[in-house]
Protein backbone atom coordinates (compact mmCIF):
# COMPACT_ATOMS: atom_id res chain seq x y z
CA UNK A 1 0.00 0.00 0.00
CA UNK A 2 1.36 3.77 -0.87
CA UNK A 3 -0.35 6.11 1.47
CA UNK A 4 -0.25 9.88 0.08
CA UNK A 5 -1.20 12.79 2.04
CA UNK A 6 -2.40 15.88 0.84
CA UNK A 7 -3.01 19.54 2.78
CA UNK A 8 -6.20 20.82 1.32
CA UNK A 9 -7.22 24.20 2.12
CA UNK A 10 -11.05 24.21 3.32
CA UNK A 11 -13.64 22.47 0.75
CA UNK A 12 -14.58 22.90 -2.63
CA UNK A 13 -13.33 20.26 -5.44
CA UNK A 14 -11.43 17.60 -2.31
CA UNK A 15 -14.11 15.41 -3.89
CA UNK A 16 -11.73 14.87 -6.72
CA UNK A 17 -9.67 12.67 -4.36
CA UNK A 18 -11.90 10.16 -3.96
CA UNK A 19 -12.52 9.53 -7.55
CA UNK A 20 -8.64 9.78 -8.42
CA UNK A 21 -8.38 6.80 -5.50
CA UNK A 22 -10.64 4.71 -7.24
CA UNK A 23 -8.99 5.38 -10.87
CA UNK A 24 -5.43 4.74 -9.54
CA UNK A 25 -5.69 0.86 -8.40
CA UNK A 26 -6.54 -0.81 -4.45
CA UNK A 27 -2.70 0.07 -3.52
CA UNK A 28 -2.46 3.54 -3.31
CA UNK A 29 -4.71 5.45 -0.78
CA UNK A 30 -5.00 9.52 -0.66
CA UNK A 31 -5.50 11.12 2.41
CA UNK A 32 -6.30 14.04 3.01
CA UNK A 33 -6.26 17.21 5.54
CA UNK A 34 -8.01 20.64 5.20
CA UNK A 35 -6.61 23.51 6.22
CA UNK A 36 -8.26 26.51 7.23
CA UNK A 37 -8.05 29.26 4.47
CA UNK A 38 -8.69 32.25 6.60
CA UNK A 39 -10.54 34.79 4.34
CA UNK A 40 -11.52 33.17 1.09
CA UNK A 41 -10.19 35.73 -1.45
CA UNK A 42 -7.68 35.02 -4.72
CA UNK A 43 -5.59 38.25 -3.64
CA UNK A 44 -1.82 37.84 -2.87
CA UNK A 45 -2.13 38.83 0.45
CA UNK A 46 -4.81 36.38 1.65
CA UNK A 47 -3.13 33.93 -0.61
CA UNK A 48 0.11 34.13 1.53
CA UNK A 49 -1.64 33.99 5.16
CA UNK A 50 -3.62 30.34 3.70
CA UNK A 51 -0.19 28.82 2.67
CA UNK A 52 2.13 30.26 5.89
CA UNK A 53 4.06 27.20 8.04
CA UNK A 54 1.25 28.09 11.03
CA UNK A 55 -1.97 26.77 8.87
CA UNK A 56 0.23 24.01 7.12
CA UNK A 57 1.34 22.51 10.60
CA UNK A 58 -2.23 21.98 12.01
CA UNK A 59 -3.33 19.36 9.03
CA UNK A 60 -0.19 17.60 9.47
CA UNK A 61 -0.61 15.23 12.73
CA UNK A 62 -3.73 13.57 11.22
CA UNK A 63 -1.51 12.64 7.62
CA UNK A 64 1.55 11.24 10.37
CA UNK A 65 -0.56 9.06 11.73
CA UNK A 66 -2.48 7.52 9.24
CA UNK A 67 0.72 6.74 7.53
CA UNK A 68 0.85 9.21 5.08
CA UNK A 69 4.62 8.51 3.05
CA UNK A 70 4.33 11.89 1.03
CA UNK A 71 3.03 14.95 1.69
CA UNK A 72 1.65 17.77 -0.89
CA UNK A 73 0.42 21.10 -0.88
CA UNK A 74 -2.61 20.92 -2.54
CA UNK A 75 -2.99 24.72 -3.40
CA UNK A 76 -1.62 26.39 -6.43
CA UNK A 77 -2.02 30.27 -5.54
CA UNK A 78 -1.22 29.56 -1.93
CA UNK A 79 2.27 28.27 -3.36
CA UNK A 80 3.26 30.32 -6.29
CA UNK A 81 2.57 33.43 -4.95
CA UNK A 82 5.45 33.43 -2.86
CA UNK A 83 7.73 33.65 -5.77
CA UNK A 84 9.93 30.46 -7.12
CA UNK A 85 12.45 31.06 -4.09
CA UNK A 86 9.27 31.23 -1.70
CA UNK A 87 7.54 28.25 -2.68
CA UNK A 88 10.68 26.12 -2.34
CA UNK A 89 11.39 27.62 1.21
CA UNK A 90 7.66 26.63 1.85
CA UNK A 91 7.78 23.45 0.65
CA UNK A 92 11.22 22.99 3.07
CA UNK A 93 8.91 24.28 5.89
CA UNK A 94 6.28 21.82 4.94
CA UNK A 95 9.06 18.58 4.63
CA UNK A 96 10.42 19.80 8.15
CA UNK A 97 7.11 19.97 9.69
CA UNK A 98 5.75 16.66 8.14
CA UNK A 99 9.28 14.13 8.22
CA UNK A 100 8.71 12.94 4.78
CA UNK A 101 8.95 14.15 1.09
CA UNK A 102 6.98 17.28 0.41
CA UNK A 103 6.11 19.55 -2.48
CA UNK A 104 2.93 21.85 -4.10
CA UNK A 105 0.96 21.65 -6.65
CA UNK A 106 2.89 24.98 -8.29
CA UNK A 107 6.13 22.89 -8.30
CA UNK A 108 3.64 19.80 -9.20
CA UNK A 109 3.01 21.52 -12.66
CA UNK A 110 6.54 22.36 -13.13
CA UNK A 111 7.12 18.52 -12.73
CA UNK A 112 4.36 17.24 -14.82
CA UNK A 113 5.54 19.51 -17.82
CA UNK A 114 8.63 18.17 -18.11
CA UNK A 115 7.49 14.35 -17.76
CA UNK A 116 5.48 15.46 -20.62
CA UNK A 117 8.23 16.31 -22.66
CA UNK A 118 6.65 19.94 -23.95
CA UNK A 119 7.94 23.39 -22.91
CA UNK A 120 5.29 25.63 -24.79
CA UNK A 121 2.12 25.88 -22.46
CA UNK A 122 -1.20 28.22 -22.02
CA UNK A 123 -2.68 28.84 -18.99
CA UNK A 124 -6.56 28.85 -18.13
CA UNK A 125 -6.78 30.60 -14.96
CA UNK A 126 -10.35 31.00 -12.63
CA UNK A 127 -7.86 33.72 -10.83
CA UNK A 128 -8.15 37.55 -11.14
CA UNK A 129 -5.43 39.04 -13.64
CA UNK A 130 -3.24 40.09 -11.21
CA UNK A 131 -2.70 36.53 -9.58
CA UNK A 132 -2.60 34.71 -12.63
CA UNK A 133 0.36 36.88 -13.92
CA UNK A 134 1.86 35.28 -11.05
CA UNK A 135 1.60 31.61 -12.20
CA UNK A 136 3.13 32.44 -15.27
CA UNK A 137 5.64 34.19 -13.97
CA UNK A 138 6.43 31.43 -11.77
CA UNK A 139 6.16 28.91 -14.31
CA UNK A 140 8.76 30.97 -16.59
CA UNK A 141 11.17 30.34 -13.11
CA UNK A 142 11.13 27.03 -13.88
CA UNK A 143 12.15 27.34 -17.62
CA UNK A 144 8.58 26.89 -19.01
CA UNK A 145 7.54 29.27 -21.64
CA UNK A 146 3.93 30.23 -21.34
CA UNK A 147 2.35 31.11 -24.70
CA UNK A 148 -0.61 33.45 -23.26
CA UNK A 149 -2.72 33.69 -20.02
CA UNK A 150 -6.65 33.45 -19.67
CA UNK A 151 -7.84 34.98 -16.12
CA UNK A 152 -11.74 34.42 -15.46
CA UNK A 153 -11.27 36.89 -12.74
CA UNK A 154 -13.14 35.17 -10.06
CA UNK A 155 -12.43 35.81 -6.66
CA UNK A 156 -13.54 32.92 -4.23
CA UNK A 157 -12.86 29.69 -4.37
CA UNK A 158 -16.62 28.66 -3.52
CA UNK A 159 -17.95 29.77 -6.90
CA UNK A 160 -15.03 28.27 -8.50
CA UNK A 161 -15.78 24.82 -6.89
CA UNK A 162 -19.96 25.60 -8.32
CA UNK A 163 -18.30 25.46 -12.09
CA UNK A 164 -19.58 22.58 -13.79
CA UNK A 165 -18.08 20.29 -16.91
CA UNK A 166 -18.81 23.29 -19.64
CA UNK A 167 -17.35 26.26 -17.95
CA UNK A 168 -14.25 23.93 -17.10
CA UNK A 169 -14.29 23.30 -21.20
CA UNK A 170 -14.79 26.67 -21.77
CA UNK A 171 -11.96 27.73 -19.73
CA UNK A 172 -9.79 25.32 -21.70
CA UNK A 173 -11.15 26.37 -24.98
CA UNK A 174 -10.43 29.85 -24.03
CA UNK A 175 -7.06 29.85 -22.97
CA UNK A 176 -5.69 27.26 -25.75
CA UNK A 177 -3.18 28.43 -28.38
CA UNK A 178 -2.26 26.94 -31.96
CA UNK A 179 1.29 27.22 -30.32
CA UNK A 180 0.91 25.73 -26.90
CA UNK A 181 1.78 22.26 -26.36
CA UNK A 182 -0.31 21.30 -22.94
CA UNK A 183 -2.78 23.68 -21.76
CA UNK A 184 -2.69 24.11 -17.70
CA UNK A 185 -5.78 24.85 -15.76
CA UNK A 186 -4.14 25.61 -11.92
CA UNK A 187 -7.17 25.67 -9.26
CA UNK A 188 -7.23 23.12 -6.68
CA UNK A 189 -11.15 24.39 -6.38
CA UNK A 190 -11.77 23.44 -9.66
CA UNK A 191 -14.14 19.94 -10.42
CA UNK A 192 -11.04 18.42 -13.21
CA UNK A 193 -11.03 14.40 -12.58
CA UNK A 194 -13.97 13.77 -14.00
CA UNK A 195 -13.24 16.18 -17.12
CA UNK A 196 -9.97 15.44 -18.32
CA UNK A 197 -10.94 12.72 -21.32
CA UNK A 198 -13.38 14.99 -22.09
CA UNK A 199 -10.92 17.94 -22.20
CA UNK A 200 -7.98 16.31 -23.96
CA UNK A 201 -10.21 15.08 -26.75
CA UNK A 202 -11.60 18.94 -26.98
CA UNK A 203 -8.11 20.33 -27.47
CA UNK A 204 -6.34 17.43 -29.07
CA UNK A 205 -3.46 18.10 -26.54
CA UNK A 206 -2.72 17.12 -22.67
CA UNK A 207 -4.83 19.33 -20.09
CA UNK A 208 -2.82 19.62 -17.06
CA UNK A 209 -5.37 20.39 -14.21
CA UNK A 210 -4.26 21.56 -10.15
CA UNK A 211 -5.74 18.18 -8.52
CA UNK A 212 -4.84 15.69 -11.22
CA UNK A 213 -0.91 16.99 -11.03
CA UNK A 214 -0.97 17.10 -7.41
CA UNK A 215 -1.88 13.62 -7.03
CA UNK A 216 0.51 12.56 -9.46
CA UNK A 217 3.19 14.47 -7.70
CA UNK A 218 2.71 12.54 -4.42
CA UNK A 219 3.11 9.70 -6.49
CA UNK A 220 6.29 10.81 -8.02
CA UNK A 221 7.38 11.97 -4.60
CA UNK A 222 6.76 8.10 -3.51
CA UNK A 223 8.58 6.63 -6.92
CA UNK A 224 5.60 5.91 -8.27
CA UNK A 225 4.15 5.56 -11.80
CA UNK A 226 0.70 4.66 -12.39
CA UNK A 227 -1.06 3.73 -16.13
CA UNK A 228 -4.28 5.38 -15.78
CA UNK A 229 -5.67 6.84 -18.79
CA UNK A 230 -8.64 8.01 -17.37
CA UNK A 231 -6.90 10.85 -15.60
CA UNK A 232 -5.15 12.17 -18.93
CA UNK A 233 -1.88 11.71 -20.81
CA UNK A 234 0.19 12.63 -18.02
CA UNK A 235 -0.91 9.32 -16.17
CA UNK A 236 -0.04 6.87 -19.56
CA UNK A 237 3.83 7.96 -18.95
CA UNK A 238 6.23 4.56 -19.10
CA UNK A 239 6.94 2.69 -17.07
CA UNK A 240 3.95 1.22 -16.62
CA UNK A 241 1.61 -0.17 -13.24
CA UNK A 242 -1.58 -0.76 -14.92
CA UNK A 243 -4.47 1.03 -13.07
Known sequence: MTALGF?????????DYPRMEQLLGSDIRLDLAHTDIGEDAHRVDALREMGSAERLAVGMEGLRLGGAETVVWACTSGSFVHGWEGAQDQVRTLARLAGMPASSTSFAFVH??????????????TYPEEVATLFAEF?????LEVTGTRSSGIVTAAEVGAWEEEDVLTLARAADAADAEAVLLPDTALHTAAHLPLLEKALSKPVLTANQVTVWEGLRLAGRRVNAPSLGTLFTRQPLVQA
Open 139 to 143: LRAGG
Open 112 to 125: AVRELGVRRVAVGA
Open 7 to 15: LYPGHSAED
